[in-house]
């Protein structure tokens, strides 16, 4: 098993622009979520989901939007990104039906938005 | 109000020795689990101990240990043997009864000392 995987790594972006990040994993958790770590600040839920179809949000949503089509597809977009979304962002999974059960994390995508 | 809080920013600690991390946390669920994760310098998040609010006893594993005192909403991290490849920060977590989502408070950064 791969886990929870995260692409790209590294991205930089200027003012404005969009994008997309990708994650997947496939140990078929039911239960997505997206988090940004700031300096301080620990982690912070943007957007989560439950299930394919089933999306809503978390703490710090603006600016992002998500989607979840199949199980082990959760990206998150950011609209137009501003130099506030400079983070390192975090997708996790984890199994729903296990009651109280662990995240699984993915390995980060460092944004930096210029 | 913060749900999580960690009050200390850093700790230092001697190689060998033990160790304790402070977490205090905030819910009026009577259902609720409590995580601890490790972030090293290299970035991933790894699950270290669970501790479920109904649990009798503290949860243990390997040379982490969580010291549970629910009647005063704290669960520290106990480290015991410290080594230099515990240097990390560290984070504890909390999820509430049927809710899937996580709390995480701001972190604390250990360094071992040779």
Known sequence: NAGVTQTPKFQVLKTGQSMTLQCAQDMNHEYMSWYRQDPGMGLRLIHYSVGAGITDQGEVPNGYNVSRSTTEDFPLRLLSAAPSQTSVYFCASSDRARGMAEQFFGPGTRLTVL | ?114
């Open chain 2, 1 to 114: 109000a913060q749900k999580i809080t960690q009050t200390q920013p850093g700790m230092f600690v001697q190689e060998k020795e033990a160790v304790t991390l402070d977490c205090t946390y905030d819910t009026s669920d009577p259902s609720y689990g409590l995580f601890w994760y490790k972030q090293p310098s290299s970035g991933e998040m790894i699950f270290l101990i669970y501790q479920g609010s109904y649990d009798q006893q503290n949860a243990t594993e390997g040379r982490y240990s969580l010291n549970f005192q629910k009647a005063r909403k704290s669960a520290n991290l106990v480290i015991s043997a410290s080594q230099l490849g515990d240097s990390a920060m560290y984070f504890c977590a909390m999820r509430e009864g049927n809710g899937q989502n996580f709390v995480f408070g701001p972190g604390t950064r250990l360094s071992v000392l040779p």
